[in-house]
């Protein structure tokens, strides 16, 4: 298929036009970036496995209510979105302490969150997609009081199922980022990907703190094995989503 | 006056026991730092300038019914304060957008804040003195909520109290910072120093961006006359707090 200057390009994935103006094609790359892209390199099959992934989560997530911008994965590396306004804010959702919370905070990895902690940060690269209380996100004005109590609430749903089904794939999801768009009838839908690049995953029955880890930290942390990492993540949802 | 051992030295005072138990001797030293202590130098008198504006400053506050630890200005460079346990938490109040705010979210220098920002950071070096949000601080639990409301609450009094007061000395007081303590008594009180190195202050009839700045941000950006500011801010306040 002969694809249409790409309407944007960002470090995980390309977004084209289609014939149809409320839909865009998603081309998952197989680049990875961490630390804000100061960390660069490529993971093998990666745009296969996340494009698969999330195709099967964001499917799951919509028979179970929740809005999601996914239409189709129309190939390996391939889906079809709907069109939204991307709203810049990355929600991210931690039922355990990890990554930059602990950095921040001191506070010890794997420390349980109950009730999970739902966090905003700006999604700006150049500023370094910081955290932001809810004042600053108030000062920001970049959604409405009521379209972030929408993310806040959708994010919520999204743990509450992801959360389970990953558990029923014997893994842990420790924490997660998600992007939120409206659509043309106004609509808040969960957008951008849900993967191993977007969440931490750590194998359920693993106390080992670096063999238990399934995610893009293995990247991060340069502790090898990454490809099998997302190949194993993708075998056990497949599994679990033929199950069930 | 022959001093025992230090309690403990920080980057601006130093805090000696007295022969009374209840009773610390806080000395100001001349020592600046900026950029969590990674830049470093000295402002000539800046330890007497800023004793002695903040020993004016907790004075009159304490007449206005905000409880500081302050007892009596008892040398140039020296105050006793009650002793307390600090919480390591730095509580800012910004009337108006500038520095780290500016920097991490990309609001402009000098946007007005109505209501005034009250941000919580941690106090602690090493992880370079976060920002904390609600969560957060409630996850690392080193004050009680009570504790924390009272803070706020006593932050936004000083704020108004201090606002006025630097107005009428024909200075703006853009933001400020400041650390608490609970006496004996378990009461909350005001500790730390109110002072150039703590308060961003503008000239109010100044525009030029630069010239206007009275506060440790002459010697965070290099701008020159930064003993001349501290002079200028202190002769400012002692007129005022002589004619008010």
Redesign the interface.
Known sequence: MALSPPLYEGKAKILYPTADPDVLLAHFKDDATAFNAQKRGTIREKGEINCTLSSHLFQKLGEAGIPTHFLAQVAPQQMHVRRVTIIPLEVVVRNRAAGS?C?????PLGLP?EPP???FY?K?DA?GD???????LQ??NLASPSHIAQMQALALQVNQWLSDFFKDCGILLVDFKLEFGLNRDDQMVVADEISPDTCRLWLKDETDPQKRILDKDRFRQDLGQVEEAYRQVLTRVLGQAAAG
């Open positions: 919370l950095r921040q905070t001191g506070l969150l902690l739902v966090e700006l700006d500023l910081p955290l932001l209380t809810p004042d600053r000062l920001l």
